[in-house]
């Protein structure tokens, strides 16, 4: 499973974490000296999808009128690579004043639905809250490149060909089921879609239609925005009634010590390499974990993994995981979860 995202552009910064994961790599055509021009390579596309079974109709709509690559795609791609920042200070910028406010706010407009479709799914409202704000800023962005251009420009470009191509086919098979018309195909630069920022492969896989129209609208109905996410995280092992959870006080000593003794995970993607092995929170707790203010570790039969960034730190159990499925980045995963629980702590207050 490949899931590649641009995080929600809410503002001037503009990080994107993409997450290839080793099918990804493995996939990846080497550059080639003679390359068929883009015309031709898309007349392969279009007989390639008419063979698939999707409509003459669809593949004249969706493809007759691209007549070149999008340069600002090929752009945005090649540049992705060589951004980097620390989580602390991504997740500062993203878990705002603003953010969590616009989440409370949020929380109350849609209370009632958010309320089911977390008892549907087992996952908290906040968490999707949290989900929606980072990917969309609560729908308000999700994009305005042509999805099919887009994804037509990437698997054009031969640096990952073979995935793009895929996604290609997969947003042709949705316009061909109805779901969403060209016009309104939109998204992101890297072909993530509506406001919950999904590949078509994830849409394919996950959308839901929770209002029960006959469409799953990811791009303008708040129940299949909301159904959609929680139904990806449980479709990612989300364990209902259980937290992400908790943000942790590690001394240079303790850090130290556990830098040396304690094994890091293996994974495809960097951000599951960047933690520890599983341990349970007692063998934590003898380590020298501790909550703030020395107050010392609860107790749970959950094993968590210790997340650590210059001066943050954070242990996190297996639910952690799903939401590292949505975008492998520990700022990303974090800025969700801590928006979720800042969100939350309101949520709870008001009621
Ligand atoms: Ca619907």
Request: glycine share 8%; hydrophobic share 45%.
């Amino acid at each position: 499973m490949i899931v590649i995202r641009a995080a929600a552009v809410t503002g001037c910064i503009t990080v994107v974490f993409l997450v290839a994961t080793a099918s990804a790599v493995q996939n990846a055509t080497p550059a080639q000296e003679t390359r068929p021009s883009f015309s031709e390579w898309l007349a392969g596309v279009r007989a390639e999808a008419l063979e698939k079974g999707i409509s003459q109709d669809t593949v004249d709509a969706a493809l007759s009128n691209i007549e070149e690559p999008m340069p600002v795609v090929i752009e945005r791609d090649r540049a992705q690579a060589e951004i980097v920042q620390s989580f602390e200070r991504y997740v500062a910028h993203h878990v705002s004043a603003k953010a969590i406010r616009t989440g409370r706010e949020m929380a109350e407009r849609h209370r009632a639905l958010l309320d089911e479709v977390s008892r549907a799914y087992g996952v908290p409202t906040g968490i999707i809250l949290g989900i929606w704000g980072m990917e969309s800023n609560y729908g308000r962005f999700s994009g305005v490149r042509p999805t099919i251009a887009a994804l037509a420009t990437l698997a054009w470009d031969p640096r990952r060909s073979t995935f793009f191509r895929g996604e290609l086919f997969d947003a042709l098979a949705i316009v061909d089921r109805g779901d969403i018309d060209l016009e309104h195909l939109k998204g992101s630069w890297a072909g993530a879609m509506g406001q919950v920022q999904f590949m078509p492969s994830s849409y394919l896989a996950y959308a839901e239609d929770f209002d029960g129209d006959g469409r799953r609208d990811i791009w303008s109905t708040p129940a299949d925005v909301f159904a959609s996410i929680a139904n990806y995280l449980v479709g990612h092992g989300w364990h209902a009634g259980e937290s992400w959870g908790r943000e942790v006080i590690v001394s240079p000593a303790v850090e130290k010590t556990i830098r040396a003794d304690v094994a890091r995970r293996n994974g495809s993607c960097q951000a599951t390499r960047d933690m520890t092995a599983q341990l349970p929170l007692a063998k934590w707790q003898a380590l020298g974990v501790r909550l703030a203010n020395s107050r010392p570790l609860p107790k749970s039969e959950l094993d968590a993994s210790l997340v650590s960034g210059a001066k943050r730190h954070f242990l996190v159990y297996r639910n952690y995981d799903a939401l590292l499925e949505y975008n492998c980045a520990h700022a990303y995963a974090l800025s969700v979860a801590l928006l979720a629980d800042r969100i939350g702590v309101q949520s709870k207050r008001g009621r």
